[in-house]
């Protein structure tokens, strides 16, 4: 498969990538607004994932299953750590 054919079929999941951008890059600034020092870089991580996973669902099909496992995932792993 051609990069531009992977392309339009991640944009119809995905959404646009201007519009995901935007909306991360949103996401990942007001979080940085806040103290993030006093968490792991596990944590930091996991939580920059799961913001791209959310704008990926604000910009693009919520209902695909994959964006919330992923969320889920990441959650899971950082929750392993604490235990």
């Given at each position: 498969?051609?990069?531009?054919e992977?392309l339009?079929?991640?944009?119809?999941?995905?959404?646009?990538?201007?519009?995901?951008?935007?909306?991360?890059?949103?996401?990942?600034?007001?979080?940085?607004?806040?103290s993030?020092?006093?968490?792991?870089m596990?944590?930091?991580?996991?939580?920059?994932?799961?913001?791209?996973?959310?704008?990926?669902?604000?910009?693009?099909?919520?209902?695909?299953?994959?964006?919330?496992?992923?969320?889920?995932?990441?959650a899971?792993?950082?929750?392993?750590?604490?235990?």
């Amino acid at each position: 498969m051609q990069v531009n054919e992977i392309l339009k079929q991640r944009e119809q999941t995905h959404g646009k990538f201007e519009d995901y951008a935007t909306l991360n890059i949103f996401l990942l600034e007001g979080f940085n607004e806040f103290s993030v020092r006093r968490l792991s870089m596990s944590q930091r991580s996991a939580l920059m994932m799961i913001f791209s996973k959310i704008a990926r669902i604000g910009v693009g099909n919520p209902n695909e299953a994959d964006h919330w496992r992923d969320i889920a995932g990441y959650a899971t792993l950082v929750a392993d750590t604490l235990e």
